[in-house]
């Protein structure tokens, strides 16, 4: 049972222009949802967060958007970067009960060209 | 400064060995935890320890123990019962502050079975 879904395994684009990645979620318990960037064989870097209290966040060029309707988040990137090309994951937590698990989603590898 | 240690980085095992791998953290955290990667899926909780001498199970933890007697030491073992060990495998702890969730994520560690 995958519940926090990222249904593009890749995505390519141009620098300068906005990336968008996309995150779905299953359990309405989550409440707080986190992106990550990594690089093969490291540990992953958090980038931004958002709580369910919150439908935006901002962070110099990432934006997060939360939909709960939708159970739908999303990560834009602007301007994006080659230095951004790496694999990035959604996270997602129910703070009050899960002890602080993280659940992830599959994770979408973005290439930004120059 | 405060961190996250995993070693080795890179672990071979021959198909039915016992092998452990170290992780170790000087950022007074009370939480740790254990995900592995697999190619083209998220990051999957293996087990979780809130506080020294007590640990749970994640979601995928057959074939895997950890101990932790110290606050600084989270140890998995990966055993012959474990069916498929080739793996990236990282190290977590928490404090469950700040924007990150107070997650740190140690380097990682690649084992390969041969």
């Known amino acids: 049972d995958q519940q926090v879904k990222q249904n593009s395994p890749s995505l390519s684009v141009q620098e300068g222009r906005i990336s968008i990645l996309n995150c779905d979620y299953t359990?309405?318990?989550?409440?707080?949802f986190l992106w990550y960037k990594k690089y093969p064989a490291e540990g992953p870097t958090f980038l931004i967060s958002?709580?369910?209290?919150?439908d935006k966040n901002e962070d110099g060029r990432f934006t997060v958007f939360l939909n709960k309707s939708a159970k739908h988040l999303s990560l834009h990137i602007v301007p994006s970067q080659p230095g951004d090309s790496a694999v990035y994951f959604c996270?997602?937590?129910?703070?009050?009960?899960?002890?602080?698990?993280?659940?992830f989603g599959q994770g979408t590898i973005l290439t930004v060209h120059p | 400064d405060g961190g996250i240690t995993q070693s080795p980085k890179y672990l071979f095992r021959k198909e039915g060995q016992n092998v452990t791998l170290s992780c170790e953290q000087n950022?007074?955290?009370?939480?740790m935890y254990w995900y592995r990667q697999d190619p083209g899926q998220g990051l999957r909780l293996i087990y979780y320890?809130?506080?020294?001498?007590?640990?749970q199970k994640g979601d995928i933890a057959e074939g895997y123990s950890v101990s932790r007697e110290k606050k600084e030491s989270f140890p998995l073992t990966v055993t012959s019962a474990q069916k498929n060990p080739t793996a990236f495998y990282l190290c977590?702890?928490?404090?469950?502050?700040?924007?990150?969730?107070?997650?740190?994520f140690g380097s990682g560690t690649r084992l390969t079975v041969v």
């Open positions: 977590a702890s928490r404090s469950g502050q700040g924007a990150n969730y107070g997650y740190t």
């Open positions: 359990n309405s318990m989550f409440d707080y």
């Open positions: 958002i709580s369910s209290i919150k």
């Open positions: 996270a997602a937590s129910a703070l009050g009960t899960s002890y602080g698990k993280l659940t």
């Open positions: 950022l007074n955290h009370d939480a």
């Open positions: 320890s809130q506080i020294v001498n007590d640990f």
